[in-house]
């Protein structure tokens, strides 16, 4: 017969991974998945008792898997709650869609959801800041860097999540980046040879005045998350931002993609051997104080934070 059986039972296998050889059906899907989530929070951010866990959920298929995880693995412990944190950047034709759907899984896991946006943070929204950007760039200019959207973005929400997530007391901020985005990430930050926010990126705990930033899906190929979210009727992105990708990380994704192809396993061994890198750069780097921007108060390692930059058009 044509049909591939499960390595680990004799129903019909539904995935191969080819970095592992292995063909698994539904069940043993589910649990290969949900073994290396728990696997990966055990021992890089183990849950203790009494946490607050806020998730940064943006409706699209990797946090609503991460969102759907914790509630699988805490949802049932009385001393945890669970938050879902969804920021609306104010991004037409894009995160109207993407919001009902946070909210619609919220409503169907019975999870406390906060909804805050950047017109109500910053005065303005994503579409505003993205038609003021030449402007701006002018301020970075010198320093020849190239900020896409995603950078202003990236950074913008990130202040909002940790305000929200300390006002509501949380103890950890889950993100649910997976192995692509982090191996992006990685070969980014090589080619921008900056060890400092290699280091930075990296740090796992509160050294750098943020809250604790989990990601259980890091070694979770986006394809499986993406298998993983249909196969559970998950918020699939259908829509994509029209404020795309820098330049750059496309490349680098699509060159790791080839990669993994010809070489099944790459994206994770890139991973790995940063995981173990970082803590002998970290012991020979001197990592900048944290201290509190000038405008905002909030955490950073400069005299003005970063977000607060990026909104001044007059600095
Ligand atoms: Fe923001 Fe970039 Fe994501 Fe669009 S693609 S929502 S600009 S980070
Ligand atoms: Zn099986």
Wanted: include cysteine; hydrophobic fraction near 35%.
């Amino acid at each position: 017969t044509m049909t591939i059986k499960c390595k680990k039972c004799s129903t019909p296998s539904i995935i191969y991974q080819p970095y592992s050889g292995l063909h698994l059906c539904e069940k043993h899907f589910y649990e290969d998945l949900e073994r290396k989530a728990k696997l990966t929070l055990r021992q890089r951010y183990p849950i203790k008792k009494n946490d607050v866990i806020a998730v940064a959920l943006s409706g699209g298929k990797d946090s609503s898997v991460a969102l759907l995880l914790m509630h699988k693995i805490f949802g049932n412990r009385p001393d945890i709650r669970i938050v879902a944190i969804t920021i609306d950047e104010g991004i037409a034709g894009y995160r109207n869609e993407s919001i009902a759907r946070a909210k619609e899984l919220t409503a169907r896991l019975g999870i406390e959801h906060i909804v805050k946006s950047f017109r109500e943070e910053y005065g303005k929204t994503m579409d505003d800041i993205t038609s003021e950007k030449k402007l701006m760039e002018n301020h970075f200019g010198d320093e020849k860097k190239e900020l896409g959207a995603c950078s202003y973005c990236g950074v913008l929400r990130k202040k909002i999540l940790n305000v929200v997530a300390r006002d509501i007391g949380a103890t950890k901020l889950v993100i649910g980046h997976n192995l692509d985005d982090e191996a992006q990430t990685v070969m980014l930050n090589h080619f921008r040879g900056d060890v400092e926010r290699m280091v930075r990126f990296s740090a796992a705990n509160e050294l750098d005045g943020f809250i604790v930033r989990v990601k259980p899906l890091r070694k979770i190929p986006e394809k499986e998350i993406a298998l993983y979210a249909y196969l559970h009727d998950l918020p699939m992105e259908l829509t994509s931002c029209p404020h795309s990708f820098g330049a750059l990380r496309k490349e680098v994704r699509r060159m790791l993609n080839g990669f993994e192809v010809n070489h099944p396993g790459t994206k994770y061994s890139l991973v790995r051997g940063f995981d173990n890198m970082v803590p002998l750069l970290a012991a020979g780097l001197e990592v900048s104080d944290i201290r509190n921007c000038e405008i905002c108060g909030e955490p950073c390692n400069d005299s003005i934070c970063q977000a607060c930059k990026m909104l001044e058009k007059s600095i």
